[in-house]
């Protein structure tokens, strides 16, 4: 691979080829992606983080030999995870829940469908 260090980075004079990485990429520094925003990754002893000037997006990072991802902020619609070849939602938790108290059942009644065997119950 050649870079030209007196072309810019950027303009109608950037570099616009594709670069394509036939090995192992090393960054010992940081690497800036650009796409309208820079998003720079930062490898340092056992983690990578990936920034923008809104802050830290995500984190990659291994705890006693485990391998982790820690997302600081996430907005979302859905979140899905791959389990056993099969993608499922993933719930955040919220805090603790307390146990309920003074529940009453109001009503109980069927679902639309007919060949259902199990009802809904209404508690107030």
């Avoid at 809104?54 to 600081?72: Q, W």
């Avoid at 996430?74 to 003074?102: C, F, H």
């Avoid at 009503?107 to 199990?118: A, L, R, S, W």
Wanted: charged fraction near 25%; proline fraction near 7%; aromatic fraction near 8%.
């Amino acid at each position: 691979m050649i870079l030209f260090k007196d072309r810019p980075s950027t303009g109608t004079n950037g570099f616009g080829q594709n670069i394509e990485f036939t090995a192992d990429l090393d960054v010992s520094g940081t690497l800036t992606l650009s796409s309208g925003i820079d998003y720079v990754l930062t490898p340092s002893g056992n983690e990578v983080s990936v920034t923008s000037p809104n802050g830290e997006h995500f984190k990659l990072l291994d705890e006693a030999g485990t391998p982790k991802m820690r997302v600081p902020y996430l907005e979302a619609t859905q979140i899905k995870k791959l389990v056993g070849g099969e993608y499922r939602d993933v719930i955040a938790a919220g805090p603790a829940s307390t146990l309920p108290r003074n529940l009453r059942i109001f009503d109980i009644y069927p679902t639309e469908d007919p060949n259902e065997k199990k009802g809904y119950i209404e508690i107030r």
